[in-house]
Every structure is written in structure tokens, then in C-alpha cells.
């Protein structure tokens, strides 16, 4: 099984930006598609972006804008850009991977993202 790592979480002011980045034990098929979800207080979990291996990128109408994915492959890693956060976007970021989009085998263990003033 993959192993997912994530990083960057933490306690950012409205308006400010944070990066979470996610390194993956392997490049595989297993990594093809690699991801974030998210869950905030009391809310079930909410995808937020992917990034396909050697192919396209894609965010959530909720964060357009806002939030860039981006994939380093040599690296085995993905981050996620976020810029003008807002308490609404306070949560638990979950890393994800798996071969094929919406069968996801792998997840990381959650960083805590608080916007707070």
C-alpha cells in the first residue's frame, strides 16, 4: 500500500496562504491520480482537487481561484497552493491517491488547516 505523507498544515489569518504538500512512497500506478479532500467541523468529507499523472489538474468550484494543485513526479509529491483563506476553509486536509479517479486506495493521515484571526 501507498504510504502518503502530508505537511503545512497550521493556523493562518483570513486572508493569508498556506501550501500542504503530500509525498507518496512510490510512483506507480497506484499514484496515478493523487488528490486532497478535506473535512471541515461537523461537515462530511468534500473533495478538493487532483492531479493526474502526466496529465490534468482540477479544483473545486468551492476554491477556484483560490486554490492551485500542483504535482512534481520526480519527487513522488503534490501540493496545494491555498490563497485567500477564510474561516469556511478550515479542516482537515486528507492527501489521497489511487489508479483511477474515484477509486482511491490510499490516504494520508489528515493536516489541520485552522483560518482564524
Known amino acids: 500500500q501507498v504510504q502518503l505523507v502530508e505537511s503545512g498544515g497550521g493556523l493562518v489569518q483570513p486572508g493569508g496562504s498556506l501550501r500542504l504538500s503530500c509525498a507518496a512512497s512510490?510512483?506507480?500506478?497506484?499514484?496515478?491520480?493523487m488528490g486532497w479532500y478535506r473535512q471541515r467541523p461537523g461537515n462530511e468529507r468534500e473533495w478538493v482537487a487532483r492531479?493526474?499523472?502526466?496529465?490534468?489538474?482540477k479544483v473545486a468550484d468551492s476554491v477556484k481561484g483560490r486554490f492551485t494543485i500542483s504535482r512534481d513526479n520526480a519527487k513522488n509529491m503534490i501540493s496545494l497552493q491555498m490563497n485567500s483563506l477564510n474561516a469556511e476553509d478550515t479542516a482537515i486536509y486528507y492527501c489521497?491517491?489511487?489508479?483511477?479517479?474515484?477509486?482511491?486506495?490510499?490516504w494520508g493521515q489528515g493536516t489541520q488547516v485552522t483560518v482564524s484571526s
Open positions: 489521497y491517491c489511487g489508479a483511477t479517479i474515484g477509486v482511491y486506495t490510499s
Open positions: 492531479a493526474i499523472n502526466g496529465g490534468s489538474t
Open positions: 512510490e510512483n506507480s500506478f497506484r499514484t496515478l491520480v
